[in-house]
């Protein structure tokens, strides 16, 4: 299961709450990763780039699950 903040492709298309996490995401988990060696890919993904990302990753399977959340969306991904 991979659970990640909701994104946009393009900020301006994203919901109220996404752009909030955006601006708290660049703060927060950016930094992050850049400090373990990370990627940084900015703040928040959109589905794309998280398929993208599993599918480098090795994963065969990502699959969007259908549970409701205003800030988060979540993943099935199988080897």
Do not use: I, N
Not at 28 to 48: F, N, T, Y
Not at 61 to 73: G, N, R, Y
């Amino acid at each position: 299961m991979m659970v990640e903040g909701k994104g946009a492709d393009r900020l301006e298309h994203g919901a109220l709450e996404m752009r909030l996490g955006y601006g708290f995401s660049v703060f927060h988990c950016l930094p992050q990763s850049l400090a373990e060696a990370g990627v940084g890919l900015d703040g928040l993904m959109d589905e794309a780039t998280a398929r993208e990302l599993a599918t480098q990753a090795g994963f065969s399977s990502f699959t969007v699950l259908a549970v409701e959340d205003p800030v988060k969306v979540f993943y099935h991904l199988t080897p």
